[in-house]
């Protein structure tokens, strides 16, 4: 009994220590002058990022050993990156293979099957982004064919 209330003590008071210590670095970090201002720049960079869109150029479709050679390249690094944890760039690069797919609704059903059920998601409204960013590109090129016409 003697033992087990010792072993509670010591495991409160090395709780406090630590909860401490964590307190007393993220008060030193954020009275840090440049603290702020390495967040702002991170996050700008983080956003810039991730409205560029696809990093990746989409080869010439024309060229199908190309296509092929691109999407395979594709799939295999969507698929490290997924198991190595970065699941963002992972889903990119899934994403770019999907667009040169000649099937994609057997591939994304392959993938529905494969992926975790979160990272399928992600990869849905990545696919709507990206057809959202190509509807708007089509239209802004219809409006600009049509002030050419006039």
Excluded at 35 to 55: D, I, Q, T, V, Y
Excluded at 60 to 87: K, M, P, W, Y
Excluded at 134 to 140: D, H, I, V, W
Aim: hydrophobic share 35%.
């Amino acid at each position: 009994m003697e033992m087990s209330k010792t072993i509670g003590i010591a495991a409160g008071v090395a709780g406090t220590l630590f909860l401490g210590y964590c307190i007393y670095f993220d008060h030193k970090r954020r009275k840090d002058p440049d603290f702020k201002k390495k967040l702002r720049e991170r996050r700008k960079a983080k956003k810039a990022s991730a409205s560029a869109g696809p990093r990746t150029t989409i080869p010439n479709l024309t060229d199908h050993e190309e296509v092929q050679r691109f999407f395979l390249q594709e799939i295999q690094t969507g698929e490290a990156l997924i198991s190595a944890g970065d699941i963002e760039n992972g889903v990119e690069h899934l994403a770019n293979a999907i667009i040169v797919c000649g099937q994609p609704t057997q591939l994304l059903q392959v993938l529905q099957q494969t992926l975790p059920a979160q990272v399928f998601a992600l990869l849905i409204t990545r696919m709507r982004q990206y057809g959202n960013q190509a509807s708007e590109n089509e239209r802004t090129k219809l409006q600009d064919m049509n002030d050419d016409l006039e």
